[in-house]
Each structure stands twice: as structure tokens, then as C-alpha cells.
Nanobody, 117 residues
Framework: VQLQASGGGSVRAGGSLRLSCPAS???????????MGWYRQAPGKQRELVAE???????NYQDSVKGRFTISKDNAKKTVYLQMNSLEPEDTAVYYC?????????WGRGTQVTVSS
């Protein structure tokens, strides 16, 4: 499985970005039943879970992004998204997508998000 996050950039506080992460070399049935997550890592900090989407469709968010970020996926495009609204400087980090299929876990290259005040 290969993942490549994109859509990052530099925005002012209050702005929006939409991250995308298409998955390749994965069969559709595996994509549909996988657990998907977006993580981020700020300089000097550990990588942290931002949002996850489980196979049954349950979503979970880090408290700091609730109401501002939305994780979703398009099975036909085998792509997971992270819509980020009302961005804050504290959201500045490298964002990574993650796909878990059973005990197997895959990471994509990150995309930088920089939010200025």
C-alpha cells in the first residue's frame, strides 16, 4: 500500500485547507474495511492522532480539532480527506495519513501545514 498526503500549505489563522491522501496498491475491499487516520507532528513534539475513521463509519477527533476538522473518505477514489477549517497557529505541523488493515499499518509521506497569526 502506498499513500501520499497532499494539500498542505501556508494559510492565515481562520483559513481552511483540505488534505487528500490517495491510496494505491490496495484492493478496494481492503480500503473499504480499513481504519484511516490523520496524524500530525509539530517540531519538537511527538506525532499525535488528529482524526480517525473506522470501517463502520465512526469518527473520532482530538479535542483540539473537534468542530473544525472533518475526516472523510471516497471509496471509489480510494482516497481519505481531512477538511480543516478555522485553522489556528497551533495546527502548524506535518500531517500524515495512516491506513490500518487488520494488523498491517501503512504511512504516507507527510504534508506541511503552516498557520500564521
Amino acid at each position: 500500500v502506498q499513500l501520499q498526503a497532499s494539500g498542505g500549505g501556508s494559510v492565515r489563522a481562520g483559513g481552511s485547507l483540505r488534505l487528500s491522501c490517495p491510496a494505491s496498491r490496495i484492493i478496494l475491499s481492503d480500503f473499504v474495511k480499513s481504519r484511516m487516520g490523520w496524524y500530525r507532528q509539530a517540531p519538537g513534539k511527538q506525532r499525535e492522532l488528529v482524526a480517525e475513521l473506522t470501517s463502520p463509519g465512526t469518527t473520532n477527533y482530538q479535542d483540539s480539532v473537534k468542530g473544525r476538522f472533518t475526516i472523510s473518505k471516497d471509496n471509489a477514489k480510494k482516497t481519505v480527506y481531512l477538511q480543516m477549517n478555522s485553522l489556528e497557529p497551533e495546527d502548524t505541523a506535518v500531517y500524515y495519513c495512516n491506513v490500518a488493515i487488520g494488523s498491517r499499518e501503512y504511512w504516507g509521506r507527510g504534508t506541511q501545514v503552516t498557520v500564521s497569526s
